[in-house]
C-alpha cells in the first residue's frame, strides 16, 4: 500500500506542476499541443528503443510465451472499448475517446513501479514484455479510437509506419538478432526516452487547468467507465487467465497491468485531433485518483 501510495503522489506532483504552470501562462494550449507532438513523435520512439538497449537482453525463449499472453489481453480489451461504449451513456461523435480509456492503461509509469513493489524487481521484465502489444497497438486503434469523426473509426494506415512503431519494430529486431548498440548509440536514446514521462504529465496538468475543477467530478459516464477500467475488466481477465490455466505468476502482473488508470497518451492524442480533450483530461484526472484505492483491492483478488 506505501509503495502504490507513493507512485500515485509522485504522479500527482507532477500533475499539479503542469496545472500550474498552465495557471502561471507558462504553458497554453498551443504550447501543450506542440510538447505533445514532440512526446510522440521523438521521445516516446527513444523511450521505446531504450528499453532494449541494456547491457543484458531478455531471454528470447520468454518472450514468445509472454506475447502470446499479452496480444490475447490487448485483443479482449479492445473488443470490450469498441463494444462497451454503445450501450454507455455518451454521445456517438464521444465514443471513441471512451473506448479508449477502456483499451489502454498508464503501463508505463504507474504499472511498472507497482508491478516491481508486488511481485518483486524481477517481475519488471515479464510486464514489459506483456505490455508490449500496448506499445503497437496504442499508435494503432489509439488514434482510430480519437480521430474518429462523429463515432465512424477511420484507419490511418500511416500509423503502421509512425515513428513509434518504427521503434516498436527495431526493438524487436534488437532482441532476436541479440545486438547491444554502442552507450553512443544508447545513451543519447536514454537521455530523450527520459522526456516522456514528465513532459506527458505536465500536459495531463496543464489540461486539466483548463477545466472547471466541478466539471472534474461531475460526470457519471467517467465513473462507469472508471469501474470498467479499474476493476470490472481486470476481474474479468483474471477468471479468464484462471480458466485457461495461464501461468499464476503471469496472470497476476498481466491483470495487475490492466487495471492501470487511463494512459498518458490519450491526451496528447487528443491535443493533437482536437478531439474530446476535456472528457480524456476528465478520465485521466478519475481513474488516476480512483487507482490509489482500486489497485490495493484488486491485489487481495490475486
Known amino acids: ?106 503501463v508505463g509509469f504507474i504499472g511498472y513501479p507497482i508491478v516491481a513493489s508486488i511481485f518483486g524487481p524481477s517481475a519488471v521484465f515479464y510486464a514489459c514484455i506483456l505490455n508490449f502489444p500496448s506499445t503497437l497497438l496504442i499508435f494503432v486503434f489509439g488514434t482510430l479510437f480519437i480521430s474518429g469523426d462523429q463515432g465512424k473509426m477511420r484507419f490511418d494506415w500511416s500509423t503502421l509506419y509512425s515513428p513509434a512503431m518504427i521503434a516498436s519494430y527495431l526493438s524487436i529486431l534488437i532482441v532476436v538478432t541479440g545486438w ?39 460526470n457519471p459516464s467517467i465513473y462507469l467507465m472508471s469501474a470498467l477500467r479499474l476493476m470490472l475488466i481486470p476481474l474479468l481477465i483474471l477468471c479468464l487467465s484462471r480458466v485457461f490455466r495461464v501461468d499464476e505468476t503471469i496472470a497476476d502482473i498481466n491483470v495487475v497491468l490492466s487495471a492501470m488508470p487511463v494512459a498518458s497518451y490519450g491526451t496528447l492524442f487528443c491535443i493533437k485531433y482536437k478531439r474530446g480533450e476535456v472528457i480524456m483530461a476528465e478520465g485521466t484526472f478519475i481513474t488516476t485518483l480512483l487507482s490509489v484505492v482500486s489497485i490495493p483491492l484488486l491485489t487481495m483478488f490475486l
Open 1 to 106: 500500500m506505501e509503495a502504490i501510495i507513493t507512485q500515485m503522489i509522485i504522479l500527482f506532483i507532477l500533475v499539479i506542476v503542469g496545472y500550474a504552470l498552465s495557471k502561471m501562462n507558462m504553458m497554453d494550449a498551443d504550447f501543450d499541443r506542440k510538447l505533445s507532438n514532440l512526446v510522440i513523435n521523438v521521445t516516446c520512439p527513444c523511450l521505446i528503443l531504450s528499453s532494449v538497449m541494456g547491457d543484458t537482453l531478455p531471454d528470447k525463449t520468454l518472450i514468445l510465451p509472454l506475447l502470446v499472453v499479452g496480444f490475447a489481453t490487448y485483443i479482449l480489451l479492445i473488443g470490450a472499448a469498441f463494444l462497451l461504449p454503445h450501450y454507455m451513456p455518451v454521445k456517438p461523435m464521444e465514443r471513441g475517446i471512451y473506448s479508449f480509456m477502456l483499451a489502454f492503461g498508464n
Open 180 to 218: 547491444i548498440p554502442s552507450w553512443v548509440i544508447t545513451t543519447p536514446c536514454l537521455l530523450l526516452g527520459n522526456i516522456t514521462v514528465p513532459a506527458a504529465l505536465l500536459i495531463i496538468g496543464s489540461s486539466i487547468a483548463q477545466v472547471p475543477i466541478r466539471r472534474m467530478f461531475g
